[in-house]
């Protein structure tokens, strides 16, 4: 069975300085990751996923991510955060050997950024 | 870029009544599912669809609940007698391939009174 736990609920940074929401996952397997974002009033959007090439994952609006088999971790990163980047931010997890691929959430890490 | 279409954005519906929410997946796209978040908590799986059936479900996915792909566009989740617990927000996803993400509409907040 597989599990996320995202370690921050809350995250408040200012505007220029760095981002860092932690995700920690387990899985009995080989996971699949992601990360999704929900800004106020819309839906989920895919910001990166990993699906067992590369470990440090690119992704849209200047995010990244490193998953980190021997630390169960796949924590979001991104250097300069804008007041755009204000949203929910699910880390999300599926079996790679579930061919119907359920995602499984974490509670969400709340980012607020200040001016 | 194509997307999920959800409607309507928000229902209002009666304890005991049926609601059918609307989704429309990308076009090209295989698997389907449903998704909701109760305010507050985290967003759960609900049921997956490929092939014209359920391909997995979970454990809230009850009786009272179905799924339906009825013109081979629209994709719809039917609760048949409404309960307070059903509030929440109701996602749909679509992806084309086993190994691609799942893309989300916007969602349909469902408000039980």
């Known amino acids: 069975a597989q599990s996320v736990t995202q370690l921050d609920s809350h995250v408040s940074v200012s505007e220029g300085t760095p981002v860092l929401l932690r995700c920690n996952y387990s899985?009995?397997?080989?996971?699949?990751l992601f990360w999704y974002v929900q800004h106020p009033n819309k839906g989920l959007q895919l910001l990166l996923k990993?699906?067992?090439?590369?470990?440090l994952v690119k992704g849209i609006n200047g995010f990244e991510a490193e998953f980190k088999k021997s630390e169960t971790s796949f924590h979001l990163t991104k250097p300069s955060a804008h007041m755009s980047d204000a949203a929910e931010y699910f880390c999300?997890?599926?079996?790679?050997?579930?061919?119907?691929?359920?995602?499984?959430f974490g509670a969400g890490t709340q980012v607020v950024v200040t001016p | 870029e194509p997307e999920v279409t959800q409607t309507p954005s928000h229902q209002v519906t009666q304890m005991g009544q049926e609601v059918i929410l609307r989704c429309v997946p990308i076009s090209n796209h295989l698997y389907f599912y449903w998704y909701r978040q109760i305010l507050g908590q985290k967003v759960e799986f609900l049921v997956s669809?490929?092939?014209?059936?359920?391909?997995?479900k979970s454990e809230i996915f009850d009786d009272q609940f179905s799924v339906e792909r009825p013109d081979g566009s629209n994709f719809t989740l039917k609760i048949r007698s409404t309960k307070l617990e059903d509030s929440a927000m109701y996602f749909c996803a679509s992806k084309g391939l086993t190994n691609q993400p799942q893309h989300f509409g916007d969602g349909t907040r469902l408000s039980i009174l």
């Open positions: 899985s009995s397997y080989s996971p699949s």
């Open positions: 990993y699906t067992s090439a590369a470990t």
């Open positions: 999300v997890v599926s079996e790679t050997t579930d061919s119907w691929g359920k995602l499984q």
């Open positions: 669809f490929y092939n014209n059936e359920i391909s997995e």
